[in-house]
């Protein structure tokens, strides 16, 4: 009985085998060329003394329950109020992570009469969160502007009477291009509506002191910024900065919130002092941005493609399985790259993502590009 029940399951893995997407879990090895520790701070001595700190002032590895039981803890409350005055929120509010905040922000913010518009390269996290809104929503092509303001006035005529609220991240984490914020931002600002500005992968490596490209906007009440924490910041978990109205709906409305046990209390004494960090070592962004600058030149250079301008750098390869054998081939070859595949990026652009951090340097760039394009020669037609 057991064994039909799950044959189903096998075929559905199979399926996905012949179409070259089935997954595995691979284990770590060779140079880094696939993590979003960006700044290296993942193992930074910083962290670590700070989390051996707090463990020696007595700061608990659990919450042992959600922040509204037992589990609000102190170290939770100075992180949100530390995070607040340095990215420029009036508020701040810490979940376990980035998929959690996305999850339940755009299940519990977006109203029945509202319209959510959101970027057809948005994360999974916002489906996800889209999914469970009562609000409609619609995609618009990758980084459209005119298709953004088309959407909410077609909505406006059919009757709309609600708040359009926009969706998209800064930096597109499989393409690694930056979203066109000052655009969306008037937009949201001519319809009387809030943009959702997703920071995840630029939050520590890009704007002043590494606050993000949406520090670049004016502060108003109708943005809402997502800073993830599990990247460039080299620990995990996600601030959503809101305004305090906006940030204690969730606390009073957000299931994900309320129902999930908070984040370890020595997970936010780490993020209050990666914060510090950003703002006492700017060298790192600076070192940062001299390696993205060399990959994309090297890039251009060795494979003939063009670059994204930033630390994620898309190796479009086409076809899942080709991809799959190639990235197999790099980390025999000592380096660590994975493959993308279909749903996470559209089909027939599954690609190699190569992110650039300070866990390499430029004789290894050079390196791993040569050897790629030697490992391509070989295997494309």
């Given at each position: ?9 096998e ?11 089935r ?36 700061v ?11 589990g ?24 376990g992570?980035g ?20 970027d ?17 929503s ?23 009477t609600?708040?359009?609220?926009i ?6 984490s ?10 969306l931002a ?10 959702v500005?997703?920071?995840a ?12 490209f ?12 997502l ?18 109205t ?11 919130f ?11 004494a780490?993020v209050r ?11 790192r ?6 390696l ?12 003939g ?11 479009r390869?086409?076809d ?5 054998k ?9 380096f660590?790259?994975r493959?993308?595949?279909?749903p ?17 340097d ?6 791993m ?7 391509m020669?070989?295997e494309?037609?």
């Amino acid at each position: 009985m057991i064994r039909d029940g799950l044959a189903r399951y096998e075929r559905t893995l199979a399926g996905l085998e012949r179409k070259g997407r089935r997954r595995g879990l691979l284990p770590q090895g060779g140079v880094d060329f696939t993590s979003n520790d960006y700044l290296a701070l993942a193992e930074a001595p910083r962290l670590k003394a700070a989390i051996t700190s707090a463990i020696e002032r007595g700061v608990p590895p659990g919450a042992g329950g959600s922040r509204l039981l037992r589990g609000n803890h102190p170290e939770h409350e100075a992180l949100e109020a530390e995070a607040a005055a340095y990215f420029g929120s009036e508020r701040c509010l810490y979940f376990g992570s980035g998929y959690a905040a996305n999850t339940a922000l755009f299940s519990t913010l977006p109203q029945r009469d509202d319209l959510i518009v959101h970027d057809a390269l948005i994360h999974a996290s916002v489906h996800e969160g889209i999914s469970a809104s009562k609000a409609p929503s619609v995609s618009v092509p990758h980084n459209d502007v005119d298709a953004c303001a088309e959407a909410i006035r077609n909505w406006r005529k059919a009757g709309g009477t609600g708040h359009p609220w926009i969706a998209g991240e800064s930096l597109y984490s499989m393409d690694g291009d930056r979203a066109p914020l000052a655009e969306l931002a008037e937009i949201a600002e001519q319809n009387d509506g809030i943009l959702v500005i997703d920071e995840a992968h630029a939050t520590g490596v890009f704007g002043p002191g590494g606050r993000g490209f949406a520090a670049s906007l004016d502060r108003r009440e109708n943005i809402i910024v997502l800073h993830t924490c599990g990247k460039a910041l080299g620990l995990s978990g996600a601030l959503v900065g809101a305004s305090a109205t906006l940030c204690d709906y969730l606390v009073n409305r957000a299931r994900g919130f309320i129902y999930s046990t908070a984040p370890s209390p020595l997970m936010a004494a780490g993020v209050r002092e990666a914060l510090k960090v950003l703002a006492d070592e700017p060298e790192r962004r600076e070192a940062l941005e001299a390696l993205q600058r060399f990959a994309n030149v090297e890039l251009a250079r060795v494979l003939g493609m063009e670059g994204s301008g930033s630390q994620i750098l898309p190796v479009r390869i086409g076809d899942n399985a080709l991809s799959v054998k190639i990235a197999a081939r790099m980390r025999e070859k000592g380096f660590d790259i994975r493959a993308i595949r279909p749903p996470t990026v559209p089909e027939g652009t599954a690609r190699l993502r190569i992110a650039i951090t300070l866990n390499v340097d430029k004789p290894m760039i050079s390196r791993m590009f040569a050897e790629l394009a030697a490992i391509m020669a070989e295997e494309m037609p």
